[in-house]
């Protein structure tokens, strides 16, 4: 077990949504599990080398206690990815509540299969 | 000595804000809790960045603060405003009676 | 203090997951991402925090629109769901999945790679930054620099998804008529004004961000985002839609390739190691460019949703 508290949390919400992810009903609430699945993979890759009053990147003198600026780098590209990907969602969700009159899986299983 | 009038006044502002958290668990009806939740954000929040800005002193931090509470002067009311005519505009007739305290119409 | 942080940030999620209404599914949402973006600042990240702040606000608002046009916010996410099932029946559509949850994480937990955070790459990065790039925000010198690779690609993606958007609602009722489309109710003149006071200040908080994305916190995209909530503002306040939308995508496909071009003229060709004295210039325009493709691709995407046809 060499992970931090604050990795087990985002681990811990990562399979969470995972698992609402699986028993959701509605399209609606796998978009909303996507979205909070998202965050919490951006949140493990910023806490890795996490420390208390760590200091941000920014600054002609850095110390030590420097938080690492690559993953912040990579990360701010995934936030913008995610919601581009949200609002794809969004719009499949219109067609499909628009084609369907439904958002369920089980009844948009029925009616495809007709 | 400026800090402790600054710690002071953060103290009464954080006053403000827990009075009005107990305001919006006791009111049930939607108009007074706007009322409560107005009061949290500008009085509440105002007087904290008032606090903050004399435990700091004049400087360039606290333009900046001072910036952001003149933000929050014009912008707090405004959303009370609109969703207090959002409400009374589309949902007719809010009373005590409907509201069930929990949020939900 | 962050553990306090993180248990509330893990209860709004679950209740996000959880809750049956729309309108609940949003607060919690935006509870979530506020109180993550708190987080992201205590991690030493302020960029990315702005990033959340700005990307949260923006997606409330048209989860808002976009639900409120096709779905009813206060009714039941699932209405059509059947409800009154027997324990059993629920038991066996819930433990395969516990199940499969389960056996993941534990895969997950049991390949746990050993040894410690490798560093290297970050004190090369500190190291080095100040003298092959520029600037002094180490983020914005990564993501313009050592890896403009993946700046470019994300324009590219933010692009597709533009065109998917576009290309996925339906084309013909907005641009025919310039009629109201909003669901809300009509602004009265006290909002008016007030906007109107505060709108400039958006504006130049926006062009702040930008200007200074390579000194301090803040970039391309956050500016981006502010400069696309300023016309969003606009719409909500005024509720008239007279933007070209061809024009603006247009203008977008072009951005993208100023972006391009820069980069490989830039780093590629080497003119980073011939000029040294431009780089500042180059940080300055790449993260306008960027602001500009990012803010027209919003202003798309929200103008679509609102031009989309009521039920």
């Known amino acids: 077990m060499n992970y931090e508290i604050v990795e087990i949390f985002a681990i811990a919400l990562f399979f969470i949504s995972l698992f609402g992810l699986i028993t959701s009903k509605g399209v609606i609430k796998g978009i909303v599990s996507m979205i909070i699945m998202e965050i ?3 949140m493990f ?3 890795l080398g996490f420390q208390t009053g760590i200091l941000p990147p920014i600054g002609a003198e850095l110390g ?8 912040q780098a990579l990360m701010i590209t995934a936030i913008i990815i995610g919601v581009a990907v949200t609002a794809i969602n969004m719009t499949m969700l219109i067609a499909l509540s628009r084609q369907f009159k439904t958002t369920e899986w089980d009844i948009l299983k029925k009616k495809n299969m007709e | 000595m400026m800090e402790i009038v600054g710690n002071i006044i953060i103290g009464i502002g954080l006053v403000f804000m827990a009075f009005g958290v107990l305001g919006l668990y006791k009111f049930k009806d939607f108009y007074l809790r706007l009322l409560v939740l107005a009061k949290i954000d500008t009085v509440g929040a105002i007087t904290f960045m008032v606090g903050i800005i004399i435990r700091h002193g004049f400087s360039f931090f606290s333009l900046k603060v001072f910036l952001i509470m003149v933000l929050f002067l014009i912008l707090n009311p405004l959303t009370a405003h609109i969703i207090a005519r959002t409400a009374y505009l589309s949902i007719e007739g809010i009373t005590q009676d409907q509201d069930d305290g929990r949020g939900g119409r | 203090m962050i553990y306090v942080l993180l248990i509330f940030w893990i209860t709004s999620a679950i209740l996000a997951i959880q809750a049956r209404k729309l309108i609940r599914i949003i607060v919690y949402l935006a509870i979530f991402s506020t109180i993550s973006a708190v987080c992201f600042f205590m991690f030493g990240a302020p960029d990315v925090a702005m990033a959340e702040v700005a990307v949260s606000s923006f997606s409330t608002v048209f989860m808002i629109v976009c639900f409120e046009k096709y779905f009813t916010l206060v009714t039941d996410v699932s209405p059509d769901a059947p409800k009154d099932l027997k324990f059993r029946y629920k ?3 819930i433990l395969p999945p516990v199940v499969f949850t389960l056996i993941l994480a534990g895969l997950f937990i049991y390949f746990i790679p050993e040894g410690t955070v490798n560093t290297y790459l970050k004190d090369l990065y500190l190291e080095r930054f100040r003298f092959d790039v520029g600037g002094e925000n180490a983020v914005t010198s990564i993501y313009l620099g050592f890896r403009v690779y993946d700046t470019l690609f994300e324009a590219l993606m933010l692009l597709i998804s533009v065109v998917g958007v576009a ?3 339906c084309r013909s009722e907005h641009e025919i008529s310039g009629e109201n489309f909003s669901g809300v109710t009509k602004s009265d003149s006290v909002d008016v004004y007030t906007i ?7 504006l130049i908080f926006g062009m702040y961000l930008v200007l200074n994305g390579h ?10 985002i502010a400069i696309a909530s300023f016309f969003i503002c606009r719409y909500l306040i005024y509720n008239v839609y007279d933007v070209r939308y061809g024009k603006i995508m247009s203008f977008e496909k072009m951005t993208f390739a100023a972006i391009a071009l820069l980069a490989s003229l830039f780093i590629f060709l080497g003119f980073y190691v011939q000029f040294p004295q431009i780089r500042t210039a180059y940080l300055i325009s790449m993260n306008m460019l960027i602001a500009m493709k990012v803010s027209f691709g919003f202003i798309i995407i929200f103008y679509r949703y609102i031009a989309f046809e009521r039920r």
């Open chain 3, 91 to 93: 038991l066996s559509k």
């Open chain 1, 45 to 47: 890759f910023l806490s």
């Open chain 3, 167 to 169: 290309h996925m609602s």
């Open chain 3, 196 to 202: 109107r006071i505060i709108c400039p200040a958006m």
């Open chain 3, 215 to 224: 000194v301090s916190a803040g970039g391309g995209f956050q500016g981006g």
């Open chain 1, 64 to 71: 030590d206690n420097v938080a690492d600026p690559l993953p």
């Open chain 1, 40 to 42: 919490a993979v951006v």
